[in-house]
């Protein structure tokens, strides 16, 4: 092993050692609610928003619930068809905004952002935990929307309904989502700040861990895109609250114009769900296949081509609304550029799985799954921006597989993938392993079987958001609701076994997967400012073996963290 | 670098990069803002593509008088703010507070003339509704981008005189360090905020008079 580690291209601190035994750390410096809730520091904060985040997906899921119980019979069981409404536009909303959006950013991400970077803090301390009020406040405002009586206009809120018809809460769940929205934002700059001006010393940007990168192009998306959601929601409770008809067909308004603003954000926002996840699928692959990145610098230009042409290609959604045949060609065109930066991030991870020194853990499970499934999701995406395709498809359960394969089959994977991987970190304890690589064999079997039939059921003609349906479809209804009480168990699973840890859990040492990111050169949990010293970078990321040579099949290879002692 | 420390925060070691950071954070804030009022800007411009002949009527209908004034308020407002933000850089505390108070006088000032503008349009019948003046039906869609935009920059205005008001009061009381770079920031954001008017007064108050 010495000798290996002797090859390497710069020497380094392999195994830092284990200080700060008995010190404080981030979790008992300080004591008392106040220390909580006033709290600058970024891992408190982002504990914070863990807290708030699994409230919400906890809500999300419980409409999620209702809609797959309603849908396992043809006819109206349960709901209401306006309760129906209320309830997918619930689970909607609250997934996308107040889970999906700021899940893996502002939790991992305000964890581990300046950790991976060799930052005391984000740049912006205060204006963090500011944006964690916002978040609360957001919360609470929708809460109160849906508790008075629910929206019904889908997520997407749609002109002219959602200014003249609907009888729901749009206004409060609009202002909602703006007020969530500057929270987006505030995160997103500070991500910016943070990466630009915090830097350790010899950590250039072609050094960064791909997660760091992909929160920065992800920030980039959302300080761009936000605020014309913000923009386009305010229009909406001006038509509402004052009569401003700015959509309004009767006098001339286009209600087109609001389709166009609104997936000028969606579009942008779909990636901004989903590109942290592919920095935590980067760490992941990896480290359990003792890996160098395969393509470091083109997985570094996927991510910002991504975060460009990701805002050119909204028109996809527009197919058959009406909008000229040549705008739907040069949508359905950039379309297909776009899924060439993601399909060489797939590309890139399989070619590090190759030759690699696999190993099963809990969160390699998460991250193959999360490969397969965004792989589907991303292929499909594909099908429906092929015009021919999509006006077949359009507004079918085609299109809900589609988004749910990446969303949450990707991105929540991912999530889950994280979670794992860091709980050590984040917690200073182990999960037990086994119930961990269970509930993610699970995880992948429930999703499949609640969304693969929605492919077929879509593709056969089953159009969404209707909570009745021909006869013919039930067989897939069934299937898909069936899987979704497996999911909900695969969700829940962890739940209880990490929340077990934190009492009878293993301590975790410094560094559990032996992996190369700075964060794992200080204690777990980390101390309050994050390092014993401030470390000092010269080599890139994921040294898992020397440089320009395969790892070897007999042992396990030395790693070598990227970071040293200043 | 006298009250160089006290205006230092975490996690920054130098006041040199913590005013890069803020300078650098509010820029990003600017772009954000920018693409706020440039959505808005251009569901403005596609709708006087559709309908020209109702929004140059009625854009004829605002008050340019009220408008012409208060761009040149606003205008001087970011002069007297550039004054007070670079003085309080180089630790001139009179000067600082000189043109900060400035600021608020004309930031107040603004909303004042505003708000009597608001109160002509609201008895002539420019804001849309049953007694709408106007004929063309459009022309309520122009109005309706006459509130939502003023109405939009009027926040930021008031924003704008919060945080101006609170440093304000902040270094006249010596709570907060001349070197901060509070000053700089807000100076920026007030800028932006007369940037965006000057973009809206050809677009609301010129176009329907050419
Ligand atoms: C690989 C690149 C992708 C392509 C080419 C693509 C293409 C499309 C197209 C054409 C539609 C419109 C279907 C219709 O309404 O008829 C669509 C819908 C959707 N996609 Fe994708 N997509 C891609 C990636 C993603 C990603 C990464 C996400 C999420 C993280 C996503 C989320 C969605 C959502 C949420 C919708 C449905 C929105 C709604 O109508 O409610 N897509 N996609
Ligand atoms: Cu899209």
């Known amino acids: 092993m010495s000798d290996i580690a002797a090859e390497g291209p710069i020497p380094g601190d392999a195994q830092p050692?284990?200080?700060?035994?008995?010190?404080?750390?981030?979790?008992?410096?300080?004591?008392?609610?106040?220390?909580?809730f006033l709290t600058t520091d970024h891992k408190r904060i982002a504990l914070l928003y863990a807290?708030?985040?699994?409230?919400?997906?906890?809500?999300?899921?419980?409409?999620?619930?209702?809609?797959?119980?309603?849908?396992?019979t043809p006819q109206a069981d349960l709901l209401s068809a306006d309760g129906y409404n209320r309830m997918f536009t619930l689970h909607g909303t609250v997934m996308v905004w107040f889970f999906l959006v700021p899940s893996i950013p502002n939790t991992f991400g305000n964890f581990l952002l300046p950790l991976m970077i060799g930052a005391r803090d984000l740049a912006f301390p205060r204006l963090n935990l500011f944006s964690w009020y916002l978040f609360i406040g957001?919360?609470?405002?929708?809460?109160?929307?849906?508790?008075?009586?629910?929206?019904?206009?889908?997520?997407?809120?749609?002109?002219?309904?959602?200014?003249?018809?609907?009888?729901?809460?749009v206004m409060a769940a609009a202002l909602a989502v703006v007020l969530v929205g500057f929270s987006s934002i505030a995160t997103g700059v500070n991500f910016i700040a943070t990466v630009h001006m915090l830097r350790a010393p010899g950590m250039t940007w072609f050094r960064l861990p791909l997660l760091v990168w992909a929160l920065y192009g992800t920030s980039l998306v959302i300080?761009?895109?936000?605020p014309v959601l913000t923009l386009v929601l305010l229009l909406i409770v001006a038509e509402r609250a004052f009569g401003l008809p700015i959509f309004d067909p009767a006098y001339g308004g286009d209600p087109l114009l609001f389709?166009?603003?609104?997936?000028?954000?969606?579009?942008?926002?779909?990636?901004?769900m989903i590109l942290p996840s592919f920095g935590v699928v980067s760490e992941l692959v990896t480290c359990f296949s003792r890996r160098q990145v395969f393509g470091y610098t083109f997985m570094v230009y996927a991510i910002l081509w991504i975060a460009v042409v990701g805002f050119l290609v909204w028109g996809h959604h527009m197919f058959v609304s009406?909008?000229?045949?040549?705008?739907?060609?040069?949508?359905?065109?950039?379309?297909?550029?776009?899924?060439?930066?993601s399909a060489i991030k797939v590309f890139n991870w399989t070619f590090t799985l190759y030759r690699g020194?696999?190993?099963?853990?809990?969160?390699?499970?998460?991250?193959?799954?999360?490969?397969?499934?965004?792989?589907?999701?991303?292929?499909?995406?594909?099908?429906?921006?092929?015009?021919?395709?999509?006006?077949?498809?359009?507004d079918t359960y085609f299109v809900v597989a589609h988004f749910h394969f990446i969303m949450?089959?990707?991105?929540?994977?991912?999530?889950?993938?994280?979670?794992?991987?860091?709980?050590?970190?984040?917690?200073?304890?182990?999960?037990?392993?086994?119930?961990?690589r269970f509930a993610a064999v699970l995880m992948f079997f429930g999703f499949c079987f609640t969304f693969f039939p929605q492919f077929i059921m879509g593709f056969l003609g089953m159009p969404r958001r209707y909570q009745v349906y021909p006869p013919e479809f039930q067989i897939w209804h069934v299937l898909s609701s069936s899987g979704a009480v497996l999911l909900a168990c695969a969700y829940l699973l962890p739940m209880g076994y990490l929340a077990w840890s934190l009492i009878w859990g293993d301590r975790a040492e410094e560094d559990p997967w032996k992996a190369t990111g700075l964060e794992w050169r200080t204690s777990s949990p980390p101390p309050r400012d994050n390092f014993r010293t401030m470390p000092a970078v010269d080599t890139g990321p994921y040294f898992y073996h020397p440089d320009k040579e395969g790892p070897r099949h007999d042992e396990p290879e030395a790693h070598q963290n990227q970071g040293r002692e200043t | 670098m006298s009250g160089g420390q006290e205006a230092l925060r975490e996690p920054w070691d130098s006041l040199r990069r913590q005013r890069e950071a803020a300078s650098f954070g509010t820029w990003l804030f600017l772009g954000s803002e920018a693409l706020l009022f440039g959505g808005l800007m251009m569901a403005f411009a596609v709708n006087r593509v559709l309908h020209g002949d109702a929004f140059a009527a009625a854009g004829h209908e605002t008050n340019v008088v009220y408008g012409t004034v208060n761009t040149l308020v606003l205008l001087t407002s970011s002069l007297t703010m550039a004054v007070g933000a670079e003085a309080a850089r180089a630790e001139l505390r009179k000067l600082a507070l000189v043109g900060l108070s400035l600021t608020l006088v004309f930031a107040l000032a603004f909303l004042i003339i505003k708000g009597f503008e608001w109160r002509d349009d609201f008895r002539q019948h420019l804001f849309p509704g049953p007694n709408f003046k106007l004929q063309e039906s459009a022309a309520r869609i122009f109005f309706a981008f006459y509130w939502v935009m003023t109405g939009l920059h009027g926040l930021h205005v008031t924003g704008g005189i919060a945080v101006i008001g609170w440093i304000t009061w902040q270094a006249w009381t010596g709570q907060r360090a001349l070197r901060s770079p509070a000053f700089e920031a807000v100076a920026l954001y007030w800028h932006l905020v007369d940037i965006v008017w000057v973009f809206l007064y050809p677009l609301l108050y010129l176009g329907g008079r050419a």
């Open chain 1, 322 to 341: 009406g909008q000229s045949l040549y705008a739907n060609i040069v949508f359905s065109f950039l379309s297909f550029i776009i899924a060439v930066p």
């Open chain 1, 51 to 72: 807290a708030a985040l699994t409230v919400f997906f906890f809500i999300g899921g419980a409409g999620a619930v209702a809609i797959r119980m309603e849908l396992f």
């Open chain 1, 17 to 36: 050692h284990q200080g700060l035994r008995g010190a404080p750390s981030y979790l008992t410096a300080e004591h008392g609610l106040a220390a909580w």
């Open chain 1, 223 to 226: 300080v761009l895109a936000t």
């Open chain 1, 408 to 436: 949450v089959g990707g991105a929540v994977s991912a999530f889950y993938g994280g979670l794992h991987f860091w709980w050590p970190k984040i917690t200073g304890r182990m999960y037990p392993d086994v119930w961990a």
């Open chain 1, 138 to 169: 957001a919360g609470a405002l929708l809460v109160y929307a849906l508790v008075a009586g629910g929206v019904d206009t889908g997520w997407t809120f749609y002109t002219p309904f959602s200014t003249a018809y609907s009888q729901s809460y």
């Open chain 1, 259 to 272: 389709q166009h603003l609104f997936w000028f954000y969606s579009h942008p926002a779909v990636y901004i």
């Open chain 1, 357 to 394: 020194q696999i190993t099963f853990d809990a969160p390699m499970l998460y991250a193959l799954g999360f490969i397969g499934l965004f792989t589907l999701g991303g292929l499909t995406g594909l099908f429906l921006a092929s015009v021919p395709i999509d006006v077949h498809v359009t």
